[in-house]
């Protein structure tokens, strides 16, 4: 087989103009493949005697969510009869199976290849592969492999979690050439072990480095199941690098979202504090049931949509709420700098920010105005994390507490 | 030469058969009953008597249709050289006018070695085209026009039909319009006035009969006496193939085969695979190879992405399934995670992950269409929050779960509610 690399590039936007050019361009390819072919003895009647030419569709799927996805499918899986080039094959690549490419006009079915997901001797086999202490690596396998493989098959997923576990599961060994015999796999693994309940309830731990220092830190006598919360108190304390005013707009957001437009006159009274007073009513029956069903509700719709001016009032009037609660602190004058304008134009920026990070979506156009109106898909914990970082007492705002 | 040698060049005899339409459907020429004698007395015809024709090749995809014109095309461009020109054209790349005149002008120059002008307007390669259909016309040369997929020609306002139609019937030309379609009411599809000037000639292209299929694969799959084959290893190898071919089972395996789709095209996928099944080591064909073949393009497709599934991926499906059963018919992936913890509190299992792990398996369930979204709102809500549903259903669901290798005896309890 001989490889080729050529690069074309054409613009055309009619399909009757791609089928000329890709004939035109096919059939020069064939031609150059049979000058290059050595005109050689007589071949063995075993080795291949012709010039074939693939062409290689992958993803395919991708296709169907296209404008005019029927025809354009249908001309694709018919490219082999538009074109009658004997010497073309065709190979569709697909992550969903045939069935999703039914139509009633057009289809025409074509040999199908199944590629399974791995089973659990395959994907040990692939992982094992380019290890260097082979038998110190299945040891570990027969320690992981089956209850990862409960929650995913994916190479990938499972290369990713076990890189960082086998450095964990390898600590105790101060050779890591050795061949574990039983009494070591013992030993590794009443070690490795508080460590795999919470290991398989993370997809993708990327180790910086203040958790790190914190982890050599740590006390070793501490149960594993509170680990996970260990992460989150560092998580809260890391914080990603986020500007007050950020995390103001952030928590402003959250509640946006979160509470329904007709609260905010009560929760936001002009002291800016919440007057919880007013909550604690005695709980009849039926405002259990109305809770119930609103929290329903709420889990079904997810985050609702705010306009830009509630957002802006909720920020202004929870920063200076902050401002009557800490008024020592220097982080206010970060905040008042520059007067009321400058502090509008520096939240608008903060907003664009959050959106490009993905922590505020635009969630469609009002129906009356036109305007854009935002959606926040921070979850609840992150934004009480958030919140504790700055000492805000979010779960007093939140509707349903 | 070994027998491995042999088998081989035999596999590759059959195949190349498999992969030429001319092979497979010359047998039809000899009956003069069949369509291609009557194509080709029709095209004939109107080249001898000098006039215009239309018909309509119709039958399901696959019967052969494209590859019946072709012959009849190659057989008349021998007999009648240089006095046919053909022009192909296709509905799904051409159902617009201006590219489909582009393209009857492009191959009008190339035929006649002319000069093709990209630039040229809707308007000037009109009146080449009707130029051109006069000067063939006078020159007692015929065109052939083949539309394939001609029912996509008559969507919208079949500009080209009727400019083509109506060219044909005014000035002095000698054309054939040649239409085949799959749609086996595509003359219905045609406006008054296209109908008008369109003759009502229609061929069917049936499905092959019982009789028609046996011979087709004695046609097809014995091997000739006369080729470099050794004659002692051809004979022996047709004789297994009679034996195949009488038996029973094989004949069950056909004609539960060509239940789902009888045409020829399907057939001939169905050799290709058994063919490609061949053991090379025994040189000759076995009623295995059929079976393989017939089990490899049988598929069970939703079954298959299930037994694919792990073990927390089929727990969201089930859940999903209880939350269609409770008649909850929107639902999104935060109810289902309620479900999901509902059910680990009332049947406690160490299968109980974590939110964001959740997440990625029902993910892995949309990538693989086994749910999809209910909604094509466009992506304003993050994935938690869109509402879903299932794909597959229940009854296989409930069979891909007991086919699942070491499927958790929970979740076979929990379907069968």
Known sequence: ???????????????????????GDLTSVIEKLKSLKKVGPNKSAGKPNGNMLYLIFDNLELIREWDKSSTALSFMFNLYDVLKMHELGLIFISNTSPDTYYSNMGYTEHVPVYFPEYTEDDLRQI????????????????????????????????????????????????????????????????????????SLNEIFWVPSKSSTEAETNKDTTR??????????????????????????????????????????????????????????????EKSIEQKEVAEQELLMKGPGTFPLERLLAIFQCITSAADSFDEDEHENDDLRAGGDGGLMSDVLLQLSSLCNANFIIKGGSCPLEGSTRYRSTVSEDLALKVARSLKFPLPNYLYRR | MGIENLAEKAQ???????????????????????????????????????????????????????????????????????????????????????????????????????????MASFDDN?????????????????????????????????????????????????????????????????????????????????????????????????????????????????????????????????????????????????????????????????????????????????????????????????????????????????SVMKEYKSVHDSFPTSDYYAQNVCLRAFEHLLQRELICFTDNRGHSQSIEFRQVKLVVSYAELQEGLKSYRSCPAILLKLIDR
């Not at chain 2, 019967?63 to 461009?77: F, N, Q, R």
């Open chain 2, 126 to 334: 009109s009146q080449f085209m009707i130029a051109m259909l006069r000067e063939c016309g006078l020159a007692h040369k015929t065109v052939i026009f083949a539309l394939d997929e001609f029912d996509l020609f008559a969507q919208g306002k079949q500009r080209l039909l009727y400019s083509l139609l109506d060219a044909m019937q005014t000035v002095t030309s000698q054309a054939v319009v040649v239409g085949v379609s799959c749609r086996l009411d595509a003359d219905q599809l045609l406006e008054k006035r296209v109908r008008s000037r369109f003759s009502h000639r229609k061929l069917l292209f049936l499905p092959p009969s019982k009789e028609d299929v046996q011979r087709l694969l004695e046609h097809i799959l014995s091997l000739p006496m006369d080729s470099s084959l050794a004659c002692d290893y051809a004979a022996e190898f047709n004789e297994k193939l009679q034996s195949i071919l009488a038996d029973k089972r094989f004949k069950e395996i056909i004609s539960n085969y060509l239940n789902s789709n009888s045409t020829t095209n399907h057939l001939l996928r169905f050799l290709f695979i058994a063919i490609s099944n061949m053991e090379l080591k025994s040189g000759f064909l076995s009623l295995e190879n059929f079976k393989a073949a017939l089990s490899s393009i049988q598929r069970q497709p939703k079954q298959e992405c299930i037994k694919d599934c792990s073990i927390l991926e089929l727990y969201i499906l089930v859940c999903m399934k209880r939350l269609e059963v409770r008649e909850q018919n929107s639902y999104n992936f935060s």
């Open chain 1, 127 to 198: 992982l094992m592969r380019n290890q260097p202490n082979r038998k110190l690596y299945s040891s570990f396998l027969d320690v992981v492999l089956r209850p990862f493989c409960r929650t995913t098959r994916r190479v990938d997923e499972l290369s990713t979690a076990f890189s960082p576990l086998f450095r964990k599961y390898c600590e105790p060994l101060s050779d890591l050439a050795s061949v574990p015999n039983e009494e070591m796999k013992r030993r590794l693994f009443s070690h490795f072990r508080p460590h795999i309940a919470p």
């Open chain 1, 1 to 23: 087989m001989r490889l080729m690399v050529i690069r074309v590039q054409r613009r055309c936007v009619k399909p009757s103009d791609f089928v000329n050019f890709l004939r």
């Open chain 2, 12 to 118: 590759i005899l059959i195949r190349s058969r498999l992969c030429s339409p001319n092979f497979i459907f010359k047998p039809l020429s000899d009956s003069s009953d069949s369509n291609y004698s009557k194509l080709k007395f029709i095209i004939s015809s109107s080249i001898m008597e000098a006039c215009n024709n239309s018909i309509l090749l119709l039958g399901p995809r696959g019967s052969g249709k494209v590859a019946v014109l072709e012959l009849v095309l190659s057989d008349l461009l021998e007999e009648y050289p240089d006095t046919i020109t053909v022009i192909r054209l296709n509905g799904l790349l051409h159902s617009e006018d201006n590219s489909a005149l582009k393209e009857i002008a492009r191959q009008l120059c190339m035929e006649h070695h002319l000069l093709f002008s990209k």
């Open chain 1, 223 to 284: 149960k594993g199941s509170t680990r996970k919360s260990e992460v989150g108190d560092h998580f809260a304390q890391i914080d990603f690098h986020m500007s007050t005013s950020a995390k103001y707009l952030l928590i402003s957001a959250f509640l946006a979202s979160r509470n329904p437009a007709t609260l905010d006159a009560s929760l936001f009274d002009s002291t800016g504090g919440s007057d919880s007073r007013k909550r604690k009513r005695k709980a009849s």
